[in-house]
């Protein structure tokens, strides 16, 4: 069974920075397309980013330039580092795992971003 398990949201003024982090365990992490999505209050679950098994990258319009996105397939864990954060990036962020070959998609908890002075 695989496990997605995210960490490291929470209350952050505008203009600061935060770190989320995506453990997974069950399955061959280097396998998987990685992403990171957010859903705010009354809205739509949205793409963040996403990062391939190779490391190419992919950014929301909204993020690009201050989001960025990695993973560590040595420790099966996905980043995002979030940079210069606003008040709109307030919402609830999705860690995934993506393989589409075998139709397999998984989806983590979430965690709680607010942006917020």
């Known amino acids: 069974q695989v496990q997605l398990v995210e960490s490291g949201g929470g209350l952050v003024q505008p203009g600061g920075s935060l770190r989320l982090s995506c453990a997974v365990s069950?399955?061959?992490?280097?396998?998987?397309?990685m992403g990171w999505y957010r859903q705010a209050p009354g809205k739509q679950r949205e793409l963040v980013a996403t990062?391939?098994?190779?490391?190419?990258?992919n950014y929301a319009d909204s993020v690009k330039g201050r989001f960025t996105i990695s993973r560590d397939n040595a420790k099966n864990t996905v980043f995002l580092q979030m940079n210069s954060l606003k008040p709109e990036d307030t919402a609830v962020y999705y860690c995934?795992?993506?393989?589409?070959?075998?139709?397999?998609?998984?989806w983590g908890q979430g965690t709680q971003v607010t942006v917020s002075s």
């Open positions: 995934n795992a993506n393989r589409v070959a075998y139709n397999l998609n998984y």
């Open positions: 069950g399955s061959i992490f280097s396998m998987f397309v």
């Open positions: 990062i391939t098994n190779g490391g190419s990258t």
